[in-house]
């Protein structure tokens, strides 16, 4: 069973940057076997892709993330981390932290850490 904790969501101004962090109870960043990642979800809608981290395929951010979003991944401290710059009020959503076993196919979440772009 995989746990998943974030940390580092709050109130940042528009324009400012942010870095979610989320820690994972198993060795899986550097697992061939599990895609590890972020998802959000704000008010009123799906919750929707940020950005993805395999170790065959790097990383693959959303359209909406890209050029101002860096997943940060560190497998001693079984961390993955997401730094977004240049932030707007649509950046405001609850951000999950994922995984997927590619064997199982189960899927994990963290609680969610809430990111508010406000200012």
């Known amino acids: 069973q995989v746990q998943l904790v974030e940390s580092g969501g709050g109130l940042v101004q528009p324009g400012g940057s942010l870095t979610l962090s989320c820690t994972a109870s198993?060795?899986?960043?550097?697992?061939?076997?599990?895609?590890v990642g972020w998802y959000r979800q704000a008010p009123g809608k799906l919750r929707e892709l940020v950005a993805v981290?395999?170790?065959?395929?790097?990383?693959n951010y959303a359209n909406f993330v890209e050029g101002r979003c860096t997943i940060s991944i560190d497998n001693a401290k079984k961390t993955i981390d997401l730094r977004m710059n240049s932030l707007t009020a649509e950046d405001t959503a609850v951000y999950y932290c994922y995984a997927l076993s590619l064997r199982s196919r189960r899927s994990y979440w963290g609680q969610g850490t809430q990111v508010t772009v406000s200012s």
């Open positions: 198993h060795n899986i960043t550097n697992n061939k076997f599990y895609t």
């Open positions: 981290f395999t170790t065959s395929s790097g990383t």
